[in-house]
């Protein structure tokens, strides 16, 4: 930790229900959270103990403020932040976590999966980038095919992503990605449909170089396995069944790109994706903190993501990482059209159902498929917990 005489001051950069969770820790820790967000009362902002309003994407008002609070430790939560702000603070001496690189590298979906796939050589979809409908045909003629999935490359939680069957669906995703995106050069990936087996996050704990001998610079949590639907994840599970000798495949893939992202210094947790499909294991995406699928680990063991990725950023030891039972979550959504200030029913039956407990994270308004809590369930085995998980989310009622 920097030796200074005040507390570390952690200055969150999104402040949803990960960053929520991250606060959390950080004061538990003993540290002072500064919470940011483009709208107030968001979840991460009611336990934290400043708040800032600000559009993160206007890079000047942003580095104004990171200036005025003088944060120890500068700490992305989200994608949509102008990241080049982040490389010109980093290089004035903020402590950027994990790194400048790696929030501007996983802003974009293209400069990610061209690291990956083509400076890194790991496997991926077959992907092309495409400006234009008529670009958009072409990619797939040439080199992608169909069935494909369309995605803008500024985008997050499957906002203007959609698969396309035919040629002819080629023009709805189109005005799709054009709908769901953010900034205004309209770019996408359009990438073959993967028909996995599974899918999984293998989290992926970057230590300072400082605070562990190198062969624990890099650790691993047990894959999760997740499910998704609309582009967003519904539900996950760990421990994930795996054969080892594709785990260690997957383990030595993520190690490679986040030594890359995280550089010869930088600390954190990351969520790397990957796509299983028998004994291959295909690269994704990844991002460079908490991911969404990983809030199972606040029920499957001692030290969850959350406090993996604040033990790394203060360079606290991380004696082991064990899942110590058969763990799931499933998420409870909003299923109305739009509703302030939300309030929940049926926490008692959700709660009645044994080893489960939920987190309701607080948002000041729902609107239709909005994730406005989660359900955490241990249970003997995988199936019973997932079981557990559902019913419990499925108990919750958005009003
Ligand atoms: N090429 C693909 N083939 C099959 N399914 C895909 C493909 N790309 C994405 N998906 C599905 O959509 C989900 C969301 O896509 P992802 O690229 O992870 O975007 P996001 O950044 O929104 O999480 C994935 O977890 C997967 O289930
Ligand atoms: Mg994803």
Redesign the pocket.
């Known amino acids: 930790m920097p030796q200074t005489n005040h507390p570390p001051k952690l200055m969150l950069l999104g402040s949803g229900e990960l960053g929520k969770e991250v606060a959390i820790c950080a004061q538990r820790y003993g540290c002072t959270v500064v919470a940011v967000d483009n709208y107030a009362h968001a979840p991460a902002m009611q336990v934290a103990d400043e708040s800032v309003v600000l559009d993160m994407l206007d890079g000047k008002s942003l580095k104004k403020s990171v200036r005025k609070h003088q944060p120890d430790y500068l700490v992305p939560e989200v994608e949509a932040i102008r990241t080049e702000a982040l490389l010109e603070l980093e290089a004035s001496g903020f402590n950027v976590i994990p790194s400048a690189n790696a929030a501007h590298l996983t802003m974009n979906r293209d400069a990610i999966r061209s690291l990956a796939a083509e400076e890194l050589g790991l496997p991926t979809?077959r992907y092309a980038y495409a400006t234009s409908e008529s670009e958009l045909e072409e990619a797939v003629d040439a080199k992608v095919g169909l069935p494909c999935?369309i995605?803008p490359v500024m985008?997050?939680?499957?906002k203007g992503?959609s698969v396309a069957r035919t040629k002819k669906d080629l023009k709805t995703s189109w005005k799709h990605a054009l709908a769901g995106m953010r900034g205004d050069t309209p770019v996408v990936i359009v990438?073959?449909?993967?028909k996995?087996d599974s899918?999984i996050t293998l989290l992926t704990v970057k230590q300072r170089p400082e605070a562990a001998s190198s062969s624990r610079r890099t650790l691993f949590v047990p894959p999760i396995g997740h499910r998704?639907e609309r582009?967003d994840y519904q539900e996950s599970w760990i421990p994930h069944p795996m054969k080892p000798s594709v785990l260690k495949q997957a383990q030595r893939m993520a190690k490679k790109v986040t030594d890359r992202l995280a550089g010869p210094n930088g600390a954190g947790l990351f969520g790397v994706?990957f796509?299983i499909r028998g004994e291959e294991v295909i690269f994704?995406?990844l991002s460079p903190r908490p991911h969404d699928t990983g809030m199972v680990t606040m029920i499957s063991q001692q030290l969850s993501e959350f406090e993996l990725h604040l033990r790394a950023i203060l360079g606290l030891p991380i004696s082991s990482i064990k899942v110590e039972r058969p763990s799931a979550s499933a998420v409870i959504l909003a299923n109305r059209a739009k509703a302030d200030a939300p309030r929940y029913q049926g926490l008692e039956d959700a709660l009645d159902i044994p080893e489960t407990d939920i987190r309701i994270f607080g948002k000041p308004n729902a609107r239709k498929w909005r994730r406005m809590g989660v359900a955490l369930s241990q249970g003997k085995t995988l199936a019973q917990a997932r079981n557990r998980a559902k019913k419990a989310a499925a108990s919750i009622r958005v009003l």
């Open positions: 979809a999935v995605k985008s997050s939680s499957g992503q990438e073959e449909f993967v996995f899918e998704q582009g994706e796509f994704s995406e």
